[in-house]
């Protein structure tokens, strides 16, 4: 018996990084996963190594600020899974720059994915989950969203956004027998990672290659940065019924770097 066994699962963001972790720990441990990527090619590759393990998983393409490709990509898993118990709003991303260089474009971007996304997704979740009463949605936070960065502005913005976004979602759905929490990593070793190390070298943050993730490793208590599945443990909580009484919270799992 898994833990997640009959339970039905979207990671958004699930093609690479912390997502791709989650969907082959919740497949492993009983649940039908949705791999849902805005990279079609990702998602699919994800489950076929999830299929091919053994486990069940529907390969599904969105870009979240979208309301029509959310809406379309979740009936397209309901149709399959027969229905959606969990959501995870993981898909997000970064493009740092210098406080005062931070230009509207930069901002509406990260926000439009990192924010709005996950209103839309939430949103459009839960029309799936209301008629049954019964749902969790867990949010992907930050320590950006509790410490303000000037090279990451607009991320830290778009962070703060999602911890507000649970408390009201919690608010807003219990009623239904709804959850909403959010889980905040630090420093996660990814591809979002390796791609913010490159453009804070280019922009003159940091000076050598692997500076910039040693830099904001510094003040870890554990004294290293995450592998994706270190954050397991914790999303398996969160997705299953251990976590029934918990709502409108967010859980730092970074490690020690912020404390609150």
């Given at each position: 018996?898994?833990?997640?066994?009959?339970?039905?699962?979207?990671?958004?963001?699930?093609?690479?990084?912390?997502?791709?972790?989650?969907?082959?720990?919740?497949?492993?441990?009983?649940?039908?996963?949705?791999?849902?990527?805005?990279?079609?090619?990702?998602?699919?590759?994800?489950?076929?190594?999830?299929?091919?393990?053994?486990?069940?998983?529907?390969?599904?393409?969105?870009?979240?600020?979208?309301?029509?490709?959310?809406?379309?990509?979740?009936?397209t898993?309901?149709?399959?899974?027969?229905?959606?118990?969990?959501?995870?709003?993981?898909?997000?991303?970064?493009k740092?720059?210098?406080?005062?260089?931070?230009?509207?474009?930069?901002?509406?971007?990260?926000?439009?994915?990192?924010?709005?996304?996950?209103?839309?997704c939430?949103?459009?979740?839960?029309?799936?989950?209301?008629?049954?009463?019964?749902?969790?949605?867990?949010?992907?936070?930050?320590?950006?969203?509790?410490?303000?960065?000037?090279?990451?502005?607009?991320?830290?913005?778009?962070?703060?956004?999602?911890?507000?976004?649970?408390?009201?979602?919690?608010?807003?759905?219990?009623?239904?027998?709804?959850?909403?929490?959010?889980?905040?990593?630090?420093?996660?070793?990814?591809?979002?990672?390796?791609?913010?190390?490159?453009?804070?070298?280019?922009?003159?943050?940091?000076?050598?290659?692997?500076?910039?993730?040693?830099?904001?490793?510094?003040?870890?208590?554990?004294?290293?940065?995450?592998?994706?599945e270190?954050?397991?443990?914790?999303?398996?909580?969160?997705?299953?019924h251990?976590?029934?009484?918990?709502?409108?919270?967010?859980?730092?799992?970074?490690?020690?770097?912020?404390?609150v």
């Amino acid at each position: 018996m898994g833990r997640l066994d009959s339970t039905a699962v979207v990671v958004t963001g699930a093609g690479s990084g912390i997502g791709r972790a989650f969907v082959e720990a919740f497949a492993r441990e009983g649940a039908t996963v949705g791999v849902l990527d805005l990279d079609l090619s990702a998602a699919e590759s994800v489950v076929s190594a999830i299929t091919a393990s053994g486990g069940s998983a529907i390969a599904l393409s969105a870009d979240v600020s979208h309301r029509s490709q959310v809406r379309s990509a979740l009936e397209t898993f309901v149709a399959s899974a027969g229905k959606l118990d969990v959501i995870f709003n993981n898909a997000g991303f970064n493009k740092p720059m210098p406080f005062m260089e931070v230009t509207e474009e930069n901002f509406n971007a990260i926000m439009n994915v990192n924010g709005l996304g996950v209103l839309i997704c939430t949103q459009e979740a839960a029309k799936l989950m209301i008629p049954r009463k019964t749902g969790k949605i867990v949010n992907t936070a930050s320590v950006a969203g509790r410490q303000g960065y000037p090279d990451f502005a607009p991320y830290c913005a778009s962070k703060f956004a999602v911890n507000a976004l649970t408390q009201a979602t919690a608010r807003a759905l219990a009623e239904h027998g709804i959850t909403c929490n959010s889980f905040s990593p630090g420093v996660v070793a990814t591809p979002l990672w390796v791609t913010l190390d490159k453009d804070l070298l280019e922009m003159g943050a940091s000076s050598v290659p692997g500076q910039a993730i040693d830099d904001f490793s510094a003040d870890i208590l554990m004294g290293h940065p995450a592998a994706p599945e270190e954050l397991v443990g914790t999303a398996l909580y969160l997705a299953s019924h251990d976590s029934d009484y918990l709502t409108g919270q967010t859980i730092m799992i970074d490690g020690g770097k912020v404390l609150v």
